[in-house]
């Protein structure tokens, strides 16, 4: 009896090590089940904050805009003559606020900027061009010279094999912005050059120069090179957003209409209270003068930087451009 007493203890198991009953098991593991449940209640509920805040933000921002196109036609409305304003912030395709009844027209020697853009992609960019093509691109740009232009054109002339590939290679710098609306001109007017006489609305050339600014086209150097030319703008163009007092970077152009008024427009970026605000102006003034157009375009610019900085974000990140398929 002894011995099978001895082996029947030792085949036994004894509970005596696990002191936790089976009720206070199925109580934590209840409670691991209730804090996995709240944990993804948690994370839901921060999923919907955060979309709920960029709804927010959406909204607000497109209010803005509705509430900065009326300010702007209010605005406009009082000034001598027909005029064009579109502001947003550099980088990619983001909100932008704009009025006026003038919104589109000839680039004239606005487009010497994206022109300069193709040389440098051509041709190796700031390090690889020329001296002569970096003397050329330096004149059209800052002192808007048109005959340097047109030796930057002829040099993409040669490089893609005649005008009209030439056209449509500067048409592809446009293109990097997201702009498939804008077709660079091959055709002339008077003694005026072809791609000059481009029909370039402000909402695209303000998407172009959002892109140039917030270094969404080409690559760092070529971008950096460019506003920095015009950084220096100077000569005629000091009006507009070069005459607002505030750190600019920009380029004009202007140009008698078939009725004789000058158009006079720009694009650029102005630092306003810490924000690049993007700018693409335009104005014909009632007298047709080149002067008086002037004047308008350097209102225009002081009253948007005086009066829609809030408007503007500090950023749009850069995004893919995508053909419309519509």
Same mark, same amino acid.
């Given at each position: 009896?002894?011995?099978?007493?001895?082996?029947?203890?030792?085949?036994?198991?004894?509970?005596?090590?696990?002191?936790?009953?089976?009720?206070?098991?199925?109580?934590?593991?209840?409670?691991?089940?209730?804090?996995?449940?709240?944990?993804?209640?948690?994370?839901?509920?921060?999923?919907?904050?955060?979309?709920?805040?960029?709804?927010?933000?959406?909204?607000?921002?497109?209010?803005?805009?509705?509430?900065?196109?009326?300010?702007? +036609?209010?605005?406009?409305?009082?000034?001598?003559?027909?005029?064009?304003?579109?502001?947003?912030?550099?980088?990619?395709?983001?909100?932008?606020?704009?009025?006026?009844?003038?919104?589109?027209?000839?680039?004239?020697?606005?487009?010497?900027?994206?022109?300069?853009?193709?040389?440098?992609? &051509?041709?190796?960019?700031?390090?690889?061009?020329?001296?002569?093509?970096?003397?050329?691109?330096?004149?059209?740009?800052?002192?808007?010279?048109?005959?340097?232009?047109?030796? *930057?054109?002829?040099?993409?002339?040669?490089?893609?094999?005649?005008?009209?590939?030439?056209?449509?290679?500067?048409?592809?710098?446009?293109?990097?912005?997201? +702009?498939?609306?804008?077709?660079?001109?091959?055709?002339?007017?008077?003694?005026?050059?072809?791609?000059?006489?481009?029909?370039?609305?402000?909402?695209?050339?303000?998407?172009?120069?959002?892109?140039?600014?917030?270094?969404?086209?080409?690559?760092?150097q070529i971008t950096n090179y460019l506003l920095d030319q015009m950084s220096m703008t100077g000569g005629e163009d000091s009006f507009g957003i070069g005459a607002v007092g505030v750190p600019a970077k920009w380029?004009?152009?202007?140009?008698?209409?078939?009725?004789?008024?000058?158009?006079?427009?720009?694009?650029?970026?102005?630092?306003?209270?810490?924000?690049?605000?993007?700018?693409? *102006?335009?104005?014909?003034?009632?007298?047709?003068?080149?002067?008086?157009?002037?004047?308008?375009?350097?209102?225009?610019?002081?009253?948007?930087?005086?009066? *829609?900085?809030? &408007?503007?974000?500090?950023?749009?990140?850069?995004?893919?451009?995508?053909?419309?398929?519509?």
């Amino acid at each position: 009896m002894l011995v099978g007493a001895i082996v029947l203890a030792g085949c036994g198991g004894s509970d005596s090590g696990d002191t936790q009953t089976q009720a206070e098991r199925d109580a934590a593991y209840k409670q691991v089940q209730i804090d996995r449940l709240q944990a993804k209640v948690d994370k839901l509920k921060k999923q919907g904050a955060a979309k709920a805040a960029e709804a927010a933000a959406a909204a607000k921002q497109a209010a803005a805009a509705s509430n900065g196109k009326g300010e702007i +036609d209010t605005y406009l409305a009082r000034l001598p003559g027909e005029a064009g304003l579109v502001v947003g912030s550099p980088g990619g395709d983001g909100p932008r606020v704009s009025g006026g009844d003038l919104d589109t027209g000839p680039a004239w020697s606005t487009i010497k900027v994206p022109v300069a853009e193709r040389v440098l992609e &051509d041709f190796g960019g700031p390090s690889g061009i020329s001296s002569a093509q970096a003397g050329e691109i330096n004149r059209a740009i800052t002192v808007s010279d048109n005959d340097a232009a047109a030796v *930057l054109f002829s040099d993409l002339e040669k490089k893609h094999g005649g005008m009209e590939k030439a056209s449509t290679a500067v048409g592809e710098t446009l293109q990097e912005a997201g +702009d498939f609306t804008t077709q660079i001109s091959t055709e002339g007017r008077d003694t005026f050059s072809t791609y000059g006489q481009t029909d370039w609305s402000l909402e695209a050339q303000n998407r172009y120069m959002a892109a140039l600014a917030g270094g969404c086209l080409a690559d760092e150097q070529i971008t950096n090179y460019l506003l920095d030319q015009m950084s220096m703008t100077g000569g005629e163009d000091s009006f507009g957003i070069g005459a607002v007092g505030v750190p600019a970077k920009w380029k004009g152009g202007w140009g008698p209409d078939t009725d004789g008024k000058y158009l006079v427009r720009q694009m650029g970026v102005m630092t306003v209270d810490g924000k690049d605000m993007v700018v693409s *102006l335009a104005a014909i003034a009632e007298d047709g003068t080149f002067e008086s157009a002037q004047a308008m375009a350097t209102e225009m610019a002081t009253w948007a930087s005086q009066n *829609l900085s809030d &408007d503007i974000l500090n950023s749009v990140p850069c995004g893919p451009v995508a053909e419309p398929t519509s």
